[in-house]
């Protein structure tokens, strides 16, 4: 590890990476890792979190399944366990990348924000700039996940509304609900679990799309 200048000209830890730059240790992130490592190539996994699957241990829900049978959503080269059921849980789930990751010997950097990914024409590589080194390298894979940021519409008159307003990313049971009447705004699979597992704590979900 040397030393460069960030576009600000300050000085700063800077390192060369010896293969691709991926960004996010989420399943995408972790199974690219995989298949170059399987291929002979390292890489750099640079995570914001402190964990591996950071949203699906820390901004999903308790009863959170999978929506699709296992064998269309293990990831590659390394299956789901056979005793698993058809639809793993939540906690299944983060336990099958905890085995992916050790498996294939995969060690995020974590805690390193990406604040800026550019590609310098002069040098012919990718500046990869997080808050304590900045990372250079050929190649650059962004798997940060599609669902990374929670989407909150605008709901005209939401500020008169007195009670609680929750995005998906916060709710974790329904038994903070329990006896209450919930809007849930919004129809696709989150929206449906979580209004069932509304039901299933005794409160009484009303469904928008």
Not at 52 to 72: E, G, V
Not at 85 to 112: C, R, V
Request: glycine share 8%; net charge neutral; aromatic share 10%.
């Amino acid at each position: 590890m040397g030393s460069c200048k960030n576009q600000e000209g300050n000085r700063q830890n800077c390192l060369w990476v010896h293969g691709p730059i991926i960004v996010g240790a989420g399943p995408s992130g972790v199974a690219v890792s995989a298949c170059l490592k399987n291929n002979g190539v390292r890489s750099l996994i640079l995570e914001r979190s402190d964990c591996i699957a950071s949203l699906r241990k820390q901004r999903t829900y308790y009863r959170l399944k999978l929506h699709l049978p296992k064998q269309f959503c293990e990831l590659p080269l390394f299956g789901f366990p056979e005793n698993f059921p058809k639809y793993p849980t939540k906690h299944q789930f983060i336990s099958y990348m905890e085995s992916y990751a050790s498996h294939f010997n995969i060690e995020p950097s974590f805690e390193q924000v990406v604040k800026r990914a550019e590609f310098d024409s002069t040098i012919g590589f990718w500046r990869v700039q997080t808050q304590d080194c900045e990372y250079i390298s050929w190649w650059i894979i962004v798997a940060t996940g599609e669902n990374a940021e929670p989407a909150i519409p605008e709901i005209p008159g939401i500020e008169r509304f007195d009670g609680p307003v929750v995005h998906t990313s916060l709710y974790t049971s329904g038994s903070d609900f329990r006896n209450q009447s919930v809007l849930v705004v919004g129809c696709g699979n989150s929206g449906m679990e979580v209004s069932l597992d509304l039901c299933k704590h005794n409160a009484t979900p009303h469904m928008v799309g």
